[in-house]
């Protein structure tokens, strides 16, 4: 798998945003930064490579339309594009952040929250593209 992409996912927030990467086709919830902060730490995640797709969790309300925070998302994304030349590819965020807090709820542990919903948003990701 030397040739298959680095992926990265992005839980964007207005005051916080979770990382995650996949190596070997299983995601892995890596961080969280101040919003602020976003590209320092994904120029240090992304490193010297050049094979990256970066997936960016889109909010959609639930009958598909965009919602006001996912037009934050599509401005973030314009971003990106200035600050990085690999594909950018929106994924359906819905429920990821409920859906991590069920999990740390489950096991009885406290976790990251966003860098958590980041790993979810990769693994729709992954899921669809087998």
């Not at 086709?25 to 995640?45: E, M, N, Q, S």
């Not at 490193?47 to 797709?53: I, K, P, Q, W």
């Not at 965009?66 to 200035?82: C, D």
């Not at 991590?100 to 980041?118: K, L, P």
Request: proline share 5%; glycine share 8%.
């Amino acid at each position: 798998m030397q040739n298959s992409p680095r992926l990265i996912a992005i839980d964007y927030g207005t005051k916080k945003s979770g990382i995650a990467y996949a190596e070997s086709g299983f995601a892995f919830a890596w961080k969280t930064v101040p919003t602020g902060d976003i590209f320092p730490a994904l120029h240090t995640c992304i490193g010297e490579r050049e094979n990256v797709r970066i997936i960016l969790g889109m909010p959609y309300n639930i009958d598909g339309s965009q919602s006001a925070h996912g037009r934050r998302v599509l401005l973030f994304q314009e971003q990106l594009r200035e600050h990085f030349p690999f594909p950018i590819i929106l994924v359906d965020e819905g429920l990821t952040s409920a859906e991590a807090r069920m999990n740390f709820a489950s096991d009885n542990t406290q976790g990251d929250i966003d860098s958590e919903s980041a790993r979810l948003i990769l693994e729709r990701y992954l899921e669809d593209s087998r």
